[in-house]
């Protein structure tokens, strides 16, 4: 298990897109947390609506004011911790799901195997959008727990495919074999050298469904379907720019560009994982 940790970290090291998508989505997630302190403006203070409304960046509101009057850049930073644990939350559940259906389907094989993969099967075929809309339509509380949750909940089908080949292929590995004629646990066999080769791929699906929720959460806001107000994240204020009546670019801007770069870290972050799981990098060097 220390091997494969530090073959692990040795590759992290020298895989720049893993490193550049991390320290991003770490900077985002700094400015998220200790933004609205500094900043200091209530991101739901409407002041004055008729006076301050739909204002261009100024020194006094640095990305303008929305149609209410409240300080957009404000908005920007509250919905970030929004927007960003709704990603954080859905990948965590799709990664969870679907490395443990996976793991489960590849190692006991046989007729459970195929039961679990014609359910994945099943679910691969109904269209995701379609899936959130009945879930979400009629799920009442629109909530950013509630949306994260079914997010996670309705995009972990293609990590279990993706776990259960890698678990399939190793299931006869020459290691397995001596662990079994050893007499090692099932259990065991499964933690020590199931997982550690599982997690590779299965984390390469989560970063890839965080970047998804993103696009997913900002797409579900514009037809109605996102996080009920007054809560902001970038989905629900590039919705409210798009219903806007004047054309305000400031509105775009402000929570268009840190989702666009939150989804191109996640994204960043997948493909560097998926080229440090390659076992062809480890020939190659």
């Given at each position: 298990m220390r091997m494969i940790e530090s073959r692990w970290r040795d590759r992290l090291r020298h895989e720049p897109r893993l490193v550049i998508g991390a320290s991003t989505l770490a900077v985002l997630v700094s400015v998220s947390m200790i933004g609205p302190l500094v900043l200091g403006i209530d991101p739901r203070a409407q002041p004055d609506p008729s006076a301050l409304a739909l204002l261009p960046p100024s020194t006094?509101?640095?990305?303008?004011?929305?149609?209410?009057?409240?300080?957009?850049?404000?908005?920007?930073?509250?919905?970030?911790?929004?927007?960003?644990?709704i990603a954080a939350l859905a990948a965590s559940v799709a990664f969870t799901l679907g490395l443990t259906w996976g793991v489960v389907a590849g190692w006991r094989g046989g007729w459970l195997?195929?039961?679990?993969?014609?359910?994945?099967?099943?679910?691969?075929?109904?269209?995701r959008v379609l899936l959130l809309l009945i879930i979400i339509g009629f799920g009442g509380e629109r909530t950013a727990l509630a949306l994260g949750l079914v997010l996670g909940a309705t995009g972990w089908m293609a990590t279990s495919r993706l776990v259960r080949a890698d678990v399939r292929a190793i299931t006869r590995a020459p290691w397995v074999e001596a662990a079994r004629a050893?007499?090692?646990?099932?259990?065991?066999?499964?933690?020590?050298?199931i997982l550690p080769v599982a997690i590779g791929h299965a984390s390469v699906a989560a970063a890839l469904a965080a970047s998804q929720a993103l696009v997913l959460d900002a797409g579900?806001?514009?037809?109605?379907?996102?996080?009920?107000?007054?809560?902001?994240?970038?989905?629900?204020?590039?919705?409210?720019a798009v219903s806007s009546a004047t054309w305000s670019w400031w509105l775009w801007v402000g929570p268009g560009i840190p989702l666009l770069i939150a989804s191109a870290?996640?994204?960043?972050?997948?493909?560097?994982?998926?080229?440090?799981?390659?076992?062809?990098?480890?020939?190659?060097?």
């Open positions: 006094a509101h640095w990305l303008g004011t929305d149609a209410l009057s409240r300080d957009v850049l404000a908005r920007v930073l509250t919905g970030a911790r929004v927007s960003l644990g195997d195929a039961l679990m993969m014609r359910v994945v099967d099943v679910l691969l075929a109904i269209p050893l007499g090692m646990r099932e259990g065991r066999i499964v933690w020590v050298h579900l806001a514009a037809i109605g379907l996102g996080i009920a107000l007054p809560q902001a994240s970038w989905g629900t204020m590039l919705a409210s870290a996640f994204t960043a972050i997948a493909d560097g994982a998926r080229e440090s799981a390659d076992p062809r990098r480890e020939r190659r060097a």
